[in-house]
């Protein structure tokens, strides 16, 4: 499907990930190495995010398919996320739902409070 393209491995700065080992590996296999810009555990934390609800919620590794069918399941996956499944985040409204509304208010999880202090989560 995408054979002419160039495969990519992107990662954080683990230090797997770096290691002359792994990047000879990787060399050798005519596989581009991407990381991430600094050591910040952050910044990959979307895309973390969707792997994880693809993986466990929708568990799309189990099934063996070519490519195609593969893109086609996870399509149908952030359709049903994005459409059908309501979320606590969003006062149990899809995310289309709340994106069409027009009072949104913020959503606070936790507090904690230290010295007197109430520190609220997000």
């Known amino acids: ?5 160039p495969l990519i491995h992107h990662s954080d700065r683990g230090l797997q990930y770096c290691s002359n ?3 000879a590996l990787l ?11 600094k050591y910040d555990p952050y910044e990959n934390a979307v895309a973390e995010r969707i792997n994880g609800i693809l993986k ?22 952030i359709m049903i996320y994005n459409n059908e499944r309501p979320h606590l985040s969003n006062y149990m409204l899809t995310p289309e739902m709340m994106h069409k509304q027009n009072n949104i208010e913020m959503k606070t999880y936790k507090s904690k409070k230290l010295n007197n202090e ?3 989560q997000l």
């Open 1 to 5: 499907y995408y054979k002419e393209q």
């Open 21 to 23: 080992d792994y990047q």
């Open 56 to 77: 466990q919620e929708f568990d799309i590794a189990k099934y063996d398919l070519n490519i195609k069918d593969k893109l086609r399941l996870i399509q149908e996956a």
């Open 27 to 37: 060399s050798k296999n005519g596989i581009e190495t991407s990381m991430t810009e």
């Open 118 to 120: 109430v520190i609220v």
